[in-house]
């Protein structure tokens, strides 16, 4: 992904995070503008009520590539699908960023969840937390020439952070090469959580990179997912003990433990300005790279 006029992003939030200057839209707005505004220069496709909300908040005065798609009940948010998986370029979204409110039912509707399936098949980013949603900004905006914002420092100190690692079945060799080509990337967090097969893996490398003693504890691995090795992460999440979560879904499998797999992103959605949460491999794979720079440039 590139900026300039063909970048184009979908965005949406529930009414929760639209409603004042506190609210997570406006954070988001603010916090990005440079970005934004000056290094991406995306088109913003913004569904109609959200678009309501920057317009009479002043969020984005005087940027004009904003596309304005119809309110929620009259199919804004399908449209935003559709748009995911178009093959025109002029139509097509780069990303998408949701900011869901975990309590909101329309965030279980079916576009809801279409938009996030579709968004891992075609290997879009989808953001819906405003703390992913910044990082993502302020990692784009470095990979189009932007200095780091020295104010964001802090969030890529990750000595003192964790990650949980998490991979389906068909996707776990996928997590094995992922972690194994940006091993430096991950070795710098302060702690890593997986859960079943995936945490003892991942020390099995751990162990071929680093040495038996070094290796053999480098994850901290929990109960499976079907066993409540979401649930367990969920409240690590919810106890601000784990800002990301790389979590490689098989979109084309039906899973058993669907709800806890809710669980573990109705916690990152309830800690919006703490958690995120990376649901694709190709996407991981440029977060990967880039948080590798960025975390390098934080000193």
Known sequence: MTGGAGYRIGLAANRLHIDGPGSALARLLRESRRAIVEHLEPELVVVGRTLDAIEQQGLLDGYHRLQRFPYGREGGLMRLVSRVVVDDPARRLDAVIYLIDPVDPSSTFPEAV???????IHGKPFLSTLAGAREWFELEAMAAGAAPDPALDPLFDLQGDSIALIAHDALKGQMLALVEKHFALFDRFGTRYATGTTGGL?????????GEAAGRHWVRPLRSGPLGGDAQIAELILDRQCRRTLFLED?????????DIQLLERAARTLTDYASCVTDLKF??????????RVTAAG
């Open 114 to 120: 279409a938009l996030k399936r579709q968004c891992i």
């Open 202 to 210: 991942l020390n099995g490398l751990a162990m071929r990179i680093k």
């Open 251 to 259: 979109p084309h499998v039906a899973r058993q433990h669907e709800a």
């Open 284 to 293: 991981a794979e440029r977060w990967c790279s880039l948080m590798a720079r």
